[in-house]
Each structure stands twice: as structure tokens, then as C-alpha cells.
């Protein structure tokens, strides 16, 4: 069974730092590229961050770019989110999610974790 359990969430500071994990199981991790997508209150997803199977390519969404940096253990089957600077308007459920398409990058996903809740404010 394929199971993603994002963890690192919390309240923090404007201008404060969180780092993020998802610690994936029930599948062959390093096969797969994984992605970081969060949801605003009342908002729909926003894609954030993504890495390829291997850790060699990474991509930020244009005003995450400079503050969040996506990264992957594949010994330790986790995939981490360092986020900086954090903003008001960083405030969202971080979800990590699995490529469906093994050894490729297609930004399309099958598994989903159950969230992390992130709170940026004073």
C-alpha cells in the first residue's frame, strides 16, 4: 500500500524558516519523481515544487523560486521542503504527491498525502 505522510508543519514567524518532510512507503521511491503542492484557505491547489526521480532536476513555481528548495533521501524514502522567508500568503496545507509514471516526469499524480498544515504569522 502506498503511503506518503507529510510531517513539519507548524505556526512560525514572517521572514521564518520550516523544513518539510514526506516520508514515502509501498512503492520503489527512487523510481518515481514527487512533487509539493499546497492549498490556501478557500483557495484551489498551487502547485509548488517538484524533483525528478533521481534528484538531478528540480523546478519552483515562479514566486516560491529563492525561498523553497525541494530535495529527496532516496535511502531514507523522503522527500524534504526547506522553506525561507516565509510570508503571510505562505499559509497553506502542504501536500507531497507521487508521480504516476515510473522513471519519467509527468506532473501528473496517483498518490497524495494527507497534508501538513503550515501557518505563517505574528
Known amino acids: 500500500e502506498v503511503q506518503l505522510v507529510e510531517s513539519g508543519g507548524g505556526l512560525v514567524q514572517p521572514g521564518g524558516s520550516l523544513r518539510l518532510s514526506c516520508a514515502a512507503s509501498?512503492?520503489?521511491?527512487?523510481?518515481?519523481?514527487m512533487s509539493w503542492v499546497r492549498q490556501a484557505p478557500g483557495k484551489g491547489l498551487e502547485w509548488v515544487s517538484a524533483?525528478?526521480?533521481?534528484?538531478?532536476?528540480?523546478y519552483c513555481a515562479k514566486s516560491m523560486k529563492g525561498r523553497f528548495t525541494i530535495s529527496r533521501d532516496n535511502a531514507k524514502n523522503t522527500l524534504y521542503l526547506q522553506m525561507h522567508s516565509l510570508k503571510s500568503e505562505d499559509t497553506a496545507v502542504y501536500y507531497c504527491a507521487k508521480d504516476y509514471r515510473i522513471l519519467s516526469s509527468s506532473w501528473m499524480y496517483d498518490y497524495w498525502g494527507q497534508g501538513t498544515q503550515v501557518t505563517v504569522s505574528s
Open positions: 524533483i525528478s526521480w533521481n534528484g538531478g532536476s528540480t
Open positions: 509501498g512503492f520503489t521511491f527512487d523510481d518515481y519523481a
